[in-house]
């Protein structure tokens, strides 16, 4: 896989997808061989920053209370919640699920964290947003503006998975960073590197799918 590749697709892909009159995504569809993803250790579970953001909004809750709600809800969180609302989103399934639909990501201090498990860890967890925790020595609002331009890469355990890295309207070259980023994280976490890539395609929400690798 060089530059020039992912270059060709990206100029395909946006070729042959017309502006439609909504926001569509650029997917990337990822298939991997020679790996026993029966075994854990094999699996893909990667959080990663996109240098160029995914050209779109997120929405990110953050559980947190007194002076780090205060400033999560100034950088921009769209829902600060408290013990007490964990408790009661534990009490109403619906309103749970809900809130895990709704958004994106979420962050919580470590104390939060058993509560949260025990309360909405069967809803976060099978939806691959359990919260990263805020432990004393990160800032929430460096945590947010990070958690706005990352992704996950979340394999379970199929050989196939796919992951938003952009939008239609981003340019070439973002889209060409955002990629790589992606690729090269992953090749660092597979066992044997770039040879567990069996393929990998590019897409927008509508548009027909292109090669990469």
Do not use: W
């Not at 953050?62 to 007490?84: H, I, R």
């Amino acid at each position: 896989m060089t530059e020039e590749n992912i270059a060709s697709a990206v100029k395909q892909l946006l070729g042959d997808s017309p502006d439609r009159k909504f926001r569509e995504s650029v997917d990337m569809a990822i298939n991997l061989k020679n790996l026993d993803m029966s075994q854990p250790k094999y699996r893909v579970d990667e959080v990663v920053v996109l240098p160029k953001g995914l050209g779109k909004s997120r929405k990110i809750a953050v559980f947190a209370k007194g002076d780090v709600g205060l400033q999560a809800k100034d950088a921009g969180a769209d829902y600060v919640l408290t013990d007490e609302d964990i408790e009661e989103l534990g009490s109403d399934k619906s309103k749970a699920r809900t809130l895990a639909n709704e958004c994106d990501s979420f962050i919580a201090e470590v104390q939060y964290m058993a509560l949260i498990g025990k309360s909405l860890g069967a809803i976060l967890g099978p939806r691959g947003k359990m919260p990263i925790p805020l432990t004393p020595d990160k800032n929430v609002v460096d945590m947010i503006n990070t958690t706005k331009n990352s992704i996950r890469l979340r394999s379970k355990d199929k050989l196939t998975f796919h992951v938003a890295i952009g939008s239609r309207e981003m340019s070439d070259d973002d889209l060409i960073e955002n990629i790589e980023t992606v690729m090269g994280r992953l090749e660092r976490s597979l066992d044997k590197g770039k040879q567990n890539f069996k393929s990998v395609y590019i897409t927008t929400t509508m548009g027909k799918s292109v090669r990469v690798v």
